[in-house]
C-alpha cells in the first residue's frame, strides 16, 4: 500500500473538485473492492475521496413507477427491499448470492457496478497484464484460466466480469445516471460495461464522474425472473457461471425474454441469440434446449475451462425452466 | 474429571480478547518487520536495491544477502530443514524471502517492502511431477518411517488374483492456512533471546533458533501462549522466526513479524501433491491376496520431506503379500512439510478409494468387504497385537447410526425430491498412538490451590483445558482450583503438538507430577504426630476436593491447607518425567481407529457435490474431555470434507508460482456446505497404550474423509474421481 491522502466529500461538487486537485484520486463508497485493490498496489490513487456522506442511499418509486436505487445503497439494503423483490426477484436473488453478509453489509451497489474482475494475474502486480499496464501481456493465457472467460475474450484479456448483481441488472433495461463536472448524463445499462477491446478499461464511465443511481420500470417481464449461481462451494464465492433470466409468458407463449450470463465474459452477457429463440414460442424442455444452444453457440473455452461451455447451458435451462415452467 | 466435558479454560480470555497471540506482545520499543519474497520460482537474484526503501521516513533497515548478518541457514530441526535466510543471492521457490524491512510501523514497514527494487536472473523451473528436469529419488525414509516394506510375495500374488484393481490416485499440493499467520516477536538482552512465537513445540524452537545463531540452548527461551492454529506448519522452524531474531539483533530493539496470507503459501512448507500407484488383487469374494501402494511425492530441490502415504497400506488390512514404496520428486517448489495427519490422509484417499472400487468389481458391500479383510493384529509389526482395537465397534455404531443398511447397492439409484443425485460411503480411519518424553512440574499452595506447568503448546486443541483436568484428578483438587500454565521453554521439557502425541505425552507426566505432589503431602501428614492421619499407609488414603482421608473412615483426615500452614510452609511441589523412547518398539502396535459415514447430494447438471449427512465414530483409548474431542473429530472430518471438494494449490505451470495465495482462491468449506456431523465416540479402555490409556485424537479425524466423500460421489454418480479435489468438470 502507498500513502494516499483522504478526505471526506459533503456534496458532489466537494467530491468533483476535490478530485480535480489530485493526479490519481479515486472515490471511496463501501470500499470492498478498492481496499483490497490498493492493499494490493493494483490501485495507486495519491487521494481518496469519501463519497459515504452524499445523499445517494434511497431505494424508492419515483412518481412514474420507475424503481430507483440510489448508487449508496447497501447491496443488503438493497436485495431484502420489498420493492425490489417483487419488481425484480431476480436482482433479489444475484444479491443475496453474493459475497458474504458481512461485506454486503458494506458494499454499495454503484460500487458492485464498478467493481474489477478478480482475475488471480490481475491482483498479482509480479505478473503481466493488460488491464493494469497496457501492452505488457495477458498472463492468464496459457495459465491458470480455469475461471476465465468463454464468451467475448481475445488474445489481450480473458478476465471475466465477477458481479452478480450486474448479470441480473441485464434484465430490467436499466438506464445508469452518471454525473461529473461536466454534469448529468444517463446511459443504458446494457453497454456500459466493456469487452476488452482496450482490457484497461471495464466501462465507459468517463473520469470524475460518480454513478448516482440506476433505475428500471417494473414490467411483467422483469416481475418474472430469476437468477442461478454455479460455484464451487455453496457460499461466499465468485460464480464459475451464472444466469438471469426473464420471460413474460402470456397465453402460453413467450412475449418476451431477457438472458444474462455471469462468469464467462468481461462483461455481464446478454444472450440476445438465446432471447431470439424464446420469443414467440411455447415454453418446453426442448424450446430452452435450444435457446441454451444458440446463447453458448460462440463460445470458446480456455485451456481448463470447456466444462463452463456445458454448466452455462445446464444453468440456462434450468432458469428458464424455473420461470417458464413452474411445478 | 478426566473424561467430563469441561468448558476450555481459556474460552473467556480467547472470546475477549485477553488472550495473547505472539504477535500481541509488545515489548517496549518494538520494530516492525515486513519481508520481501521472491516473484521467481529459480534463479538468482541479479540485483536488489534498497535506497528507497530505506528512504522512507521510519524505516530502521533493509536487509538483503547483500548486508544480513551471517548465520547457519542449514542448522533448524526437526525435519532437516534449510531455511533461507539472506545468506546468497540463489532463489529456490516462489516467494523464498530475499529481503526484510524494519521500520517503526507495520505500515511504513509494509510500504517500504514494496519499495525494494529488485531484478532476478530467473531460470526455467520445473513445476511438475512430470517436467523435464524434475528428479526422482529414493528418500532416505518417509517422515520417519521406513520408505518402502515387503512381505510375501506381491508380485506372483498379484498376478494370480483372480480380481484385480491398478488404479493411480492423485492429492494436490495443499496449503495448512492456520487463521492465525505465522508470527514472531523477538526481544534480546545482551546474549539472551526471547522469542513469543507461533509455535507447536517450544523446545524444538529453541534447539533450531539456538544452532542458527550459535547459541547455547540456555540462552534462547521461547514462549507461545496461544496458537491460532498450526496443523503442522508451526512445528518446523521457519525462516521468518529466525529473521525476526535476526532484525532485532540488527537494530538493537525487539522486532516482531507476522506472514501475510500470501506469504502462508510461501516456504513454511505445505502438503505435497501426490501420486499413488494402487494394485489390489483379491479372490471373487473379495478376500485380499496382494497390495502394492507405490508413492510419488512432490518435493523440494533442498530438503528431503517425502509424505508417507502408504504406511496406512502395510497396517490396515489382512493382506499376506504386500510391497509399498515412496520416492520423492524433486522440483521448483518450496519443501513440503507435515499437514495434518501427513501421511495418512492423502494415503487413505488411496487406499480407502481402492478399496471401494474392489467392493464394485466383486459386489462386496463396501463395509462387509472392509470387516472380511479386518485384522486384529499389526501385520507391519510381524502380526503384533494391538494394545487395542475397537474398529469393529466403530463400524457397528457409526453404520447404525448412519442406516447404512438402507444403502441400495446400485450406483445411480436414487434423487433426491429435486433431482439430485444420492450417494453413499464410507472408509476406514486410522492414526498411530505416538508418545515422546514429556515432564511436568506441579505445586500445591497453602490456599489450596495448584500451579502445574509443562512446557507444550496449546494450537488450539485444548491442552489448557485437558491438562487442567488431568492435574485436578491427579492432585484430588477440584478444577476450579487448578491452574494449568504451558508454552515455554522455562518449564519442564515437553512433547511438541505434532503427531497426534502431545496428550498422551504430557498428560502421563502431569499426572505423575500431581500425584508425586499429593504423596509428598500425605508423607508430611502421616510423618506430623498432630496430624489425624498421622503413622497411617498410604495406601489407604484417598485424595479428593483437597482432601485427604481414610478411604474405609472418610470422616478420619484433613485438607491439604491443614498440613502446609501446619508444616508452616507456602507450597509443596514436586518434579516428574514420563519417560518414552519412540525407537524402542514394545510389545503392542499402538493406534487410534475410526469409521467414516457420508451421504452427498450431486446436482446432476452441475457437477456439484453437497455433504448431506456425516456419522464418524472413533475408538481412541481414554477421551479426557469429551467436548473437545468432538470438536477435534469434527474439524478433522470438516477438512476431509475440504480435501475432497475443496482445497488445491494450484501452481502455474510456466512461472511456479501459486496463483491462488489467497482465501478467496484457496478454497476451503463455509458453514453453508457443512450439516450437522454426528460424532460417535466410541468408548476404549487401553490397558497397554501407556499408564492413562489415552491415544491422540488430532489427526485421526481428517483420515479416511476424503475417501469416504468419493466414494459417496460414486455411488452417487457411477463417476470414480481418482484426482482430488473432486471439482464440478469431473462430474460433468
Same mark, same amino acid.
Given at each position: ?61 419515483? *412518481? ?10 447497501? =447491496? ?86 465477477? @458481479? ?42 468517463? %473520469? ?8 428500471? =420500470? ?45 462468469? &464467462?465474459?468481461?462483461?455481464? +452477457? ?24 444458440? !446463447?453458448?453457440?460462440?463460445?470458446? %473455452? ?26 | =474429571? ?185 526481544? +534480546? ?26 547459541? *547455547? ?14 496443523? $503442522? ?114 494415503? @487413505? ?52 447410526? /448412519?442406516? +447404512? ?92 503438538? !505434532? ?14 507430577? $500431581? ?25 489407604? =488414603?484417598? /485424595? ?9 473412615? %472418610? ?5 491439604? &491447607? ?5 508444616? $508452616? ?16 518398539? !514394545? ?48 474439524? $478433522?472430518?470438516? +477438512?476431509?470434507? @475440504? ?54 485424537? !488430532? ?28 471439482? %464440478?468438470?469431473?462430474?460433468?
Amino acid at each position: 500500500m502507498r500513502p494516499f491522502s483522504y478526505a471526506r466529500a459533503r456534496t458532489e461538487q466537494d467530491a468533483f473538485s476535490t478530485l480535480a486537485q489530485t493526479a490519481r484520486g479515486a472515490y471511496l463508497a463501501g470500499g470492498t473492492n478498492l481496499i483490497d485493490l490498493i492493499k494490493l498496489e493494483v490501485a495507486k490513487p495519491d487521494a481518496v475521496i469519501d463519497i459515504n456522506a452524499l445523499p445517494l442511499a434511497a431505494i424508492e418509486t419515483t *412518481p412514474s413507477g420507475e424503481l430507483r436505487i440510489g448508487a449508496l445503497a447497501r =447491496m443488503s439494503d438493497t436485495a431484502d427491499h420489498p420493492a425490489l423483490r417483487s419488481a425484480a426477484p431476480a436482482i433479489s436473488q444475484a444479491l443475496n448470492l453474493s459475497a458474504s453478509a458481512q461485506l454486503r453489509n458494506m458494499a454499495t451497489i454503484g460500487g458492485n457496478v464498478l467493481q474489477r474482475t478478480r482475475c488471480v494475474y490481475f491482483r498479482d502486480i509480479s505478473q503481466p497484464c493488460n488491464k493494469r499496464r497496457p501492452g505488457s501481456g495477458c498472463s492468464a493465457i496459457g495459465g491458470d484460466d480455469r475461471k476465465m472467460a468463454i464468451l467475448g475474450a481475445n488474445d489481450r484479456c480473458i478476465a471475466v466480469h465477477p @458481479s452478480d448483481f450486474a448479470v441480473a441488472m441485464l434484465l430490467v433495461d436499466a438506464t445508469i445516471h452518471l454525473r461529473g463536472p461536466a454534469g448529468e448524463r444517463t446511459v443504458p445499462f446494457l453497454g456500459f460495461h466493456r469487452l476488452p477491446d482496450d482490457p484497461s478499461r471495464d466501462t465507459n464511465i468517463q %473520469p470524475g464522474e460518480l454513478i448516482t443511481a440506476l433505475t428500471f =420500470m417494473p414490467s411483467a417481464l422483469t416481475r418474472s425472473s430469476t437468477y442461478i449461481k454455479v460455484r464451487d462451494r455453496a457460499s461466499y464465492e465468485f460464480a464459475l457461471v451464472s444466469v438471469a433470466a426473464a420471460l413474460e409468458v402470456t397465453g402460453g407463449t413467450i412475449r418476451d425474454a431477457r438472458i444474462g450470463l455471469g462468469g &464467462v465474459a468481461h462483461a455481464p +452477457w446478454r444472450s440476445r441469440e438465446a432471447e431470439a429463440v424464446l420469443i414467440g414460442k411455447v415454453p418446453s424442455r426442448d424450446l430452452f434446449t435450444a435457446a441454451a444452444e444458440a !446463447g453458448l453457440q460462440a463460445a470458446v %473455452p480456455q485451456r481448463l475451462n470447456r466444462f463452463k461451455i456445458r454448466m452455462a447451458k445446464n444453468a440456462m435451462i434450468r432458469a428458464l425452466t424455473s420461470v417458464g415452467m413452474p411445478a | =474429571m478426566i473424561g467430563a466435558p469441561l468448558a476450555r479454560v481459556d474460552g473467556r480470555a480467547k472470546v475477549t480478547g485477553a488472550a495473547r497471540y505472539s504477535y500481541e506482545e509488545q515489548p517496549a520499543h518494538v520494530a516492525y518487520a515486513v519481508i520481501v519474497t521472491s516473484t521467481i520460482a529459480v534463479g538468482r537474484i541479479a540485483s536488489i536495491d534498497g535506497t528507497e526503501a530505506l528512504s522512507r521516513r521510519g524505516v530502521l533497515a533493509v536487509l538483503t544477502h547483500d548486508n544480513a548478518p551471517r548465520v547457519r541457514q542449514d542448522a533448524a530441526s526437526p525435519g532437516d530443514r534449510k531455511l533461507r535466510l539472506l545468506q546468497d543471492d540463489r532463489v529456490l521457490y516462489d516467494r523464498q524471502p530475499v529481503a526484510l524491512v524494519v521500520a517503526e510501523s507495520f505500515e511504513v514497514a509494509t510500504e517500504a517492502a514494496a519499495r525494494v527494487r529488485v531484478t532476478y536472473a530467473a531460470e526455467t523451473p520445473a513445476t511438475t511431477m512430470n517436467a523435464p528436469g524434475a528428479v526422482t529419488y529414493e528418500p532416505p525414509e518417509a517422515n520417519q518411517n521406513p520408505a518402502d516394506s515387503a512381505r510375501g510375495s506381491f508380485d506372483s500374488a498379484f498376478a494370480a488374483a483372480p480380481v484385480r484393481i491398478d488404479q493411480t490416485y492423485v492429492t494436490p499440493t495443499e496449503f495448512h492456512n492456520p487463521m492465525e499467520p505465522h508470527a514472531t516477536t523477538a526481544a +534480546w538482552d545482551g546474549n539472551r533471546l526471547t522469542l513469543y512465537d507461533a509455535s507447536q513445540g517450544v523446545f524444538d524452537r529453541r534447539k533450531s533458533i539456538a544452532a542458527i545463531f550459535g547459541l *547455547p540452548e540456555s540462552g534462547v527461551r521461547v514462549v507461545t501462549k496461544f496458537v491460532g492454529g498450526g496443523f $503442522g506448519s508451526k512445528g518446523g522452524t521457519n525462516a521468518h522466526t529466525a529473521l525476526a531474531a535476526m532484525a532485532a539483533r540488527l537494530v538493537g530493539r525487539p522486532v516482531k513479524i507476522v506472514l501475510t496470507r500470501p506469504d502462508m503459501f510461501g516456504g513454511h512448507g505445505y502438503r505435497p501433491r501426490t501420486e499413488q500407484h494402487l494394485r489390489i488383487g483379491a479372490d471373487t469374494s473379495g478376500r485380499l491376496l496382494a497390495l502394492a501402494h507405490d508413492v510419488r511425492s512432490q518435493a523440494s530441490r533442498f530438503e528431503n520431506f517425502i509424505e508417507n502415504s502408504a504406511v496406512i497400506s502395510r497396517m490396515l488390512y489382512a493382506v499376506p503379500n504386500q510391497v509399498t514404496t515412496h520416492r520423492g520428486v524433486r522440483y521448483d517448489v518450496a519443501t513440503p512439510t507435515f499437514m495434518r495427519a501427513p501421511g495418512e490422509s492423502s494415503g @487413505s484417499f488411496a487406499l480407502e478409494s481402492a478399496m471401494d472400487e474392489l467392493a464394485y468389481a466383486t459386489g462386496v458391500d463396501p463395509l462387509a468387504l472392509r470387516l472380511l479383510n479386518y485384522t486384529e493384529t499389526d501385520p507391519d509389526q510381524h502380526g503384533k497385537p494391538f494394545s487395542s482395537k475397537s474398529l469393529r465397534r466403530c463400524y457397528a455404531e457409526g453404520a447404525a447410526r /448412519f442406516g +447404512w443398511s438402507q444403502r441400495p447397492p446400485q450406483v445411480r439409484a436414487t434423487r433426491t425430491a429435486d433431482g439430485l443425485l444420492v450417494g453413499y460411503g464410507m472408509a476406514s480411519s486410522t492414526y498411530p498412538a505416538n508418545r515422546s518424553s514429556s515432564a511436568a512440574m506441579a505445586t500445591v499452595h497453602s490456599d489450596g490451590s495448584a500451579y502445574v506447568t509443562s512446557g507444550a503448546c496449546d494450537i488450539g486443541t485444548g491442552a489448557y483445558t485437558a491438562f487442567t483436568q488431568i492435574a485436578a484428578e491427579a492432585l484430588g483438587i477440584d478444577v476450579a482450583h487448578v491452574r494449568f500454565d504451558l508454552g515455554d521453554t522455562l518449564m519442564p521439557e515437553a512433547a511438541r503438538a !505434532g503427531g497426534s502425541q502431545q496428550t498422551a505425552s504430557v498428560a502421563n507426566a502431569v499426572h505423575l507430577a $500431581g500425584i508425586a505432589v499429593r504423596d509428598k503431602l500425605a508423607a508430611a501428614a502421616v510423618a506430623d504426630a498432630a496430624s489425624p492421619l498421622h503413622g497411617r499407609r498410604l495406601d489407604d =488414603m484417598t /485424595f479428593a476436593r483437597g482432601r485427604i482421608a481414610l478411604r474405609e473412615r %472418610p470422616e478420619l483426615g484433613e485438607t491439604y &491447607v491443614a498440613i502446609l500452614q501446619r508444616a $508452616g510452609v507456602s507450597s509443596m511441589s514436586a518434579f516428574a518425567e514420563a519417560k518414552h523412547d519412540r525407537r524402542v518398539k !514394545g510389545p503392542y502396535s499402538t493406534h487410534a481407529f475410526g469409521a467414516h459415514f457420508a451421504e452427498v447430494h450431486v446436482d446432476p447438471d452441475f457437477g456439484t457435490v453437497r455433504l448431506a449427512r456425516m456419522v464418524s465414530a472413533f475408538a481412541a483409548g481414554r477421551i479426557v474431555n469429551s467436548r473437545m474431542a468432538r470438536s477435534q473429530y469434527m474439524g $478433522g472430518v470438516v +477438512w476431509g470434507v @475440504s480435501m475432497a471438494l475443496h482445497e488445491e494449490g494450484r501452481i502455474d505451470e510456466r512461472s511456479g508460482r501459486y496463483m491462488n495465495a489467497n482465501l478467496e482462491n484457496y478454497l476451503v468449506p463455509v458453514n453453508a456446505d457443512i450439516p450437522e456431523i454426528d460424532i460417535v465416540l466410541v468408548d476404549e479402555e487401553d490397558p497397554h497404550v501407556n499408564p492413562l490409556g489415552i491415544k491422540g485424537i !488430532g489427526e485421526i479425524g481428517i483420515v479416511g474423509m476424503n475417501a469416504a466423500v468419493a466414494n459417496a460421489v460414486f455411488h452417487a454418480t457411477e463417476k470414480r474421481v481418482r484426482d482430488l479435489p473432486i471439482r %464440478p468438470e469431473k462430474l460433468l
